[in-house]
């Protein structure tokens, strides 16, 4: 159902007034985790007035120790909830479990189905029953077919809207955090019909390398971008040595408008 043979033309998703994989570039932006109302809606209000379509913010965050912060929950989502409200932006957070999908797949407008989830083959199972947007990441050691196969149990279930999301893979390589895989596009692009955006922030863990990469992303034919945005990231609670600030995401919005089409 993903292979582009027999369904040849892209699939295009509609999200609310947005879309993902049509003539215009997704953006979606905001911090890695909710931290607080003021946070969550000071950097909805940024990113919406820099021209981003949709807010990202972990409320079920998948840390690697028990002992780091492990998102704002159930509160999270609520203080989300609250920033759609405020901005109209339509919400992508993830979820890590099936009771959690049961319980919250309503208040979600992309449900993100994480890196360390991609081959949880019951949760894919789950989703494939929802009509939900589901946005898969690339596991960190997943091939392309593995991802495409993921993305597979979605579809079979009877859910046509998944978005692939390229995030960077484990390599040999630690000056990143991971290696981005931006000839992972063009290979889906070929093998599938179904939308692929692009992690700059999760694949190089730098904040300065986001807007390059960004921008490297759309030149090989993503369908978006999603971009960890963060008022404060060296006070950050998870992830603000790749975070950029507003104004740098105003700047690289700018960047983007020059070589794709976004409203
Ligand atoms: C995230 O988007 O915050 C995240 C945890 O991503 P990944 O699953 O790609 O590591
Ligand atoms: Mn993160």
């Not at 999603?226 to 008022?231: C, D, G, K, L």
């Amino acid at each position: 159902k993903a292979n582009r043979t027999f369904h040849p033309e892209n699939t295009v998703i509609n999200v609310g007034s947005q879309t993902i994989g049509g003539n215009k570039l997704a953006i979606i932006a905001g911090p890695c985790s909710v931290e607080s109302r003021e946070q969550i809606i000071g950097i909805a209000q940024d990113v919406k007035a820099a021209g981003a379509g949709f807010l990202r913010g972990g409320a079920f965050k998948p840390r690697s120790s028990p002992y780091s912060f492990q998102g704002m929950q159930a509160e999270g989502l609520e203080l989300l909830k609250q920033a759609k409200q405020a901005t109209g932006l339509p919400i992508v957070t993830e979820i890590m479990s099936i009771s959690q999908l049961e319980q919250y797949h309503e208040d979600i407008d992309v449900i993100q189905i994480g890196a360390r989830n991609m081959q949880n083959f019951d949760l894919l199972k789950a989703a494939g029953q929802l009509t939900k947007p589901i946005l898969l990441k690339r596991g960190l050691s997943a091939t392309i077919e593995e991802l495409l196969m993921s993305a597979e149990y979605i579809l079979a279930g009877g859910n046509e809207n998944v978005i692939l999301c390229e995030r960077g893979i484990r390599t040999f390589e630690t000056y990143t955090r991971n290696t981005l895989d931006l000839s992972a596009v063009l290979a889906i692009k070929k093998l599938s019909h179904l939308p692929v955006i692009v992690d700059p922030s999760h694949a190089a863990g730098l904040w300065w390398m986001v807007e390059s990469l960004s921008k490297a992303a759309v030149a090989v034919g993503a369908d978006g971008v999603i971009i960890e945005v963060h008022q404060d990231p060296s006070n950050a609670k998870c992830d603000g040595q790749q975070s950029i600030k507003p104004e740098r995401f105003a700047a690289l919005m700018n960047s983007l408008r020059e070589i794709a089409r976004i409203d």
